[in-house]
């Protein structure tokens, strides 16, 4: 349950970011990109496995790309459904799409399964080496 909650914040502190980053993705507040986490979230569980096994020709035509256009349809759905939270259009969208997939790889990949703070300490061992 604490694994979800803090990836929850994660996007949160993404979908900011992204707002304070991109003109064409506004948020009112904090609450409104909470319920847009949400709400992201949910779509992203419910419908991006569905659209990404339908979509799954183009998807490999493209390397993968098209993947950020799904994400951003799943963005301009969540910024429907959230009043604070809009989207200026498409290209916004999928801007927006790839900074919030950036900024949450980044935060993410410093969480455990467990949702602890996870990082790896390297030492110097030796000229050139580290451990």
Known sequence: MRGILIRWLVLTL??????????GIRVSGFSSA????A????LNALLRPVLLIVTLPINILTFGLFTFVI???LLLMASGAIPGF???GFW?????????????????????????VQYVELRKT????WE
């Open 14 to 23: 993404a979908i900011l970011a992204t707002a304070q980053l991109l003109d």
């Open 126 to 129: 030796g000229p050139g080496r």
């Open 39 to 42: 709400i992201l979230g949910i």
């Open 34 to 37: 909470v319920a847009a986490a």
């Open 92 to 116: 916004a969208a999928v801007g927006g799409s790839i900074v919030i997939s950036l900024v949450s790889w980044l935060l993410n990949s410093f969480i455990g399964k467990r949702g602890t």
């Open 86 to 88: 809009e989207v200026g």
């Open 71 to 73: 994400n951003a349809l």
